[in-house]
C-alpha cells in the first residue's frame, strides 16, 4: 500500500472513475503538499491537461485550501479574485482537503462546465473519497 508507483495509479483510476460517472465532474486531480517548498503538486488527473501542476500555498482555491485547511465550494469562478483560470469553459470549483492522520496532506481539486452544481452532498462525497484514498497513502 505505500509502493508509490501503485499509489499513484489508484488515484489516476480514482480521478477517471469520479470525472466518467458524474456528469458536472469535468475535471478531477489530486494535488499534493510539498511542506518544505510551500507548494502543491499534481500527482493525478482525469480531463484535460493543465499548465498548473505546482501551486504555491496561498495561490488560488487550492493554494487557500492548503492554508486553511477547509472545504472550498465556488459556486462561480468569475466571482473570485484569487483563482487561477485552467480554461475558459470552467465556472465552477470544488476543492476537499485530504487528511492523513489529522494532517492536511493535499486535496481533490474538480472543475466543472456547469454553472453552481455543488451541493453539500458533494462535500460530504468528496470528503468520504479523499478517506478512502488517505488509506492507500
Ligand atoms: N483553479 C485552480 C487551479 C487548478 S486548476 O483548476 C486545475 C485554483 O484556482 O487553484
Known sequence: ANDN??????LKEVCELLQSSIGYYDWVGF???NEAEKTLHLKA?????????????????????????KNFVVPDVKAQDNYIACSITVKSEIVIPLFKDGKNIGQIDIDSHVEDPF????ERFL????????KIL
Open 5 to 10: 508507483e501503485s499509489a499513484e495509479q489508484r
Open 31 to 33: 494535488y499534493f503538499a
Open 45 to 69: 488527473f482525469a480531463g484535460e491537461p493543465t499548465d498548473h501542476t505546482v501551486i504555491p500555498f496561498g495561490k488560488g482555491i487550492c493554494g487557500q485550501v492548503a492554508v486553511s485547511n
Open 119 to 122: 451541493s453539500p452532498e458533494d
Open 127 to 134: 470528503e468520504w473519497v479523499n478517506e478512502e484514498v488517505a
